[in-house]
């Protein structure tokens, strides 16, 4: 990824991309925890936060994120985490060929989701 165009923050991103399942546990002001599925060939495309970081926690399958700033590459595996720190741009694959599924810990602080193009 060598040049971003930045679109508009925007509170809400789960009309951007495509999951096979998603569910909210907990939200707060501040903080929330939900659960993603991602089939085989779906993707979190690149985004970043400006206020909160994304703890990733996978209950099954296997992950994959590619990060800039720096460039980095990450697998999990079931009951393994990684944090996305705010700012961070990142993409969430599923690397396996079953579904992905995952809760993902975002706060503390205002969400927003800037999407990357």
């Known amino acids: ?26 939200e707060r002001p501040g903080f929330r925890i939900s659960e993603l599925q991602l089939s085989p060939t779906q993707t979190v495309p690149w985004h970043f936060h400006t206020n909160i970081a994304d703890t990733f926690y996978v209950l099954e399958g296997e992950m994959r994120l590619f990060l800039q700033n720096p460039k980095e590459e990450v697998r999990l595996k079931p009951g393994e985490t990684f944090v996305a720190v705010a700012g961070r741009p990142h993409l969430v694959t599923n690397a396996g060929k079953a579904s992905l599924t995952f809760l993902i810990m975002q706060g503390i602080g205002e969400y927003d989701y800037v999407p990357l193009v």
Do not use: G, N
């Not at 991309?17 to 907990?26: D, I, N, S």
């Open 1 to 26: 990824m060598t040049a971003t165009t930045r679109l508009q923050p925007v509170k809400d991103a789960s009309h951007l991309y495509e999951v096979e399942r998603r569910a909210r546990h907990a």
